[in-house]
């Protein structure tokens, strides 16, 4: 088990997943050990089938397992349902379109996500009303806020399902494609959301296939095959190496220059391997001569 920098908030040891039941029966996660630190932002990688979305369903305790899970410390099954659901949040895959909530609207949809905080049949207090307005001007969803949910685009929805999530004001967020159906500008907005919660001390676990974005975390997680391939730093050549091999060196992971580095920024970027293996510079400059990223 690769030990985090930090007091681990969420640690799986032997989890062991099996889907379908009886004859038709698999085993998805083959007893993975790892151990995820508090105030971190984990990416979980790998190709398709590899068990990511099984992987962060069994971490919120959305499947049954095998093994064991800790939340903060405590078996994920010994904690109160509510208890739970204040302190760690869920962002399914897929927009949710079968989550039956197309006639309610924005605000409703947002304010889901206060249900753990509120008390049999008492109406929203003025606390969860601003966690929502806050959620909800956060991923700019605020102006479409008494518009049915079901009447939205899929990037909008998606929208609306993280100000969701971020209602909650949980300690630990997991994320199943969070980016799914976002343009660009709101995938760079996604991302400065990632980092203000992590400045806040809260626990971030995304699965992502946007590689290029997955190279922000602190740690990737990757997985192939049901088992644990590395987990280790985004910066690390060794995660690279293992990034590149779990995906069959068909991409590679390629420095910038120093020049195109502004402070802060990570110096790597995903490539297909025909790109990366081409003799000269690559240029991703949209204008100017000289503006592209010298690899
Ligand atoms: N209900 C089920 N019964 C049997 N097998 C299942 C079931 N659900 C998922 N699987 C299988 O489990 C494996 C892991 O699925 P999972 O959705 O966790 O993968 P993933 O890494 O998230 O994939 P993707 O990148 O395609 O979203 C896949 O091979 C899938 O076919």
């Given amino acids: 088990m690769n030990t985090p920098h930090t007091t681990p908030c969420l640690t799986a040891h032997g989890l062991t997943v099996e889907l379908g039941g009886g004859r038709a029966g698999r085993l998805v996660l083959k007893g993975l050990d790892l151990a995820i630190g508090a105030g971190r932002w984990i990416s979980i990688v790998g190709p398709n089938g590899a068990g990511k979305s099984t992987l962060l369903r069994a971490l919120a305790g959305l499947l049954p397992y095998q093994g064991q899970v800790r939340l903060l410390g405590r078996s ?12 760690l949040a869920w962002l399914a895959q897929g927009g949710a379109s079968d989550m039956g909530a197309d006639d309610l609207t924005v605000r409703d949809v947002a304010m889901l996500g206060r249900l753990p905080h509120q008390g049999w049949i008492a109406p929203p207090s003025p606390a969860d009303h601003a966690a929502v307005e806050a959620a909800l001007r956060q991923t700019h969803a605020w102006d479409w806020r008494d518009r049915p949910f079901g009447a939205l685009s899929g990037g909008e929805r998606q929208r609306v399902l993280l100000a969701r999530l971020l209602a909650v004001q949980a300690q630990v967020l997991l994320m199943d494609e969070p980016l799914a159906n976002l343009d660009p500008p709101h995938q760079a907005d996604w991302l400065a959301l990632v980092r203000e919660l992590v400045a806040q001390g809260r626990t971030v676990v995304s699965v992502l ?13 990757i997985l192939a095959e049901g088992g644990l391939r590395h987990q280790g730093s985004a910066t690390a050549a060794s995660t690279h190496r293992a990034l590149e091999a779990v995906f069959e060196h068909r991409i590679s992971v390629q420095a910038l220059t120093a020049w195109y580095r502004p402070n802060g920024m990570p110096g790597w970027v995903v490539l297909p391997r025909w790109q990366a293996a081409h003799p000269n510079v690559v240029n991703v400059c949209s204008t100017g001569a000289d503006s592209g990223a010298h690899i």
């Fill in 76 to 87: 994920l099954t010994d904690w109160p349902h509510k208890e739970r659901a204040r302190t």
């Fill in 209 to 221: 296939h946007e590689l290029n974005v997955a190279l922000h975390a602190d740690e990737l997680i």
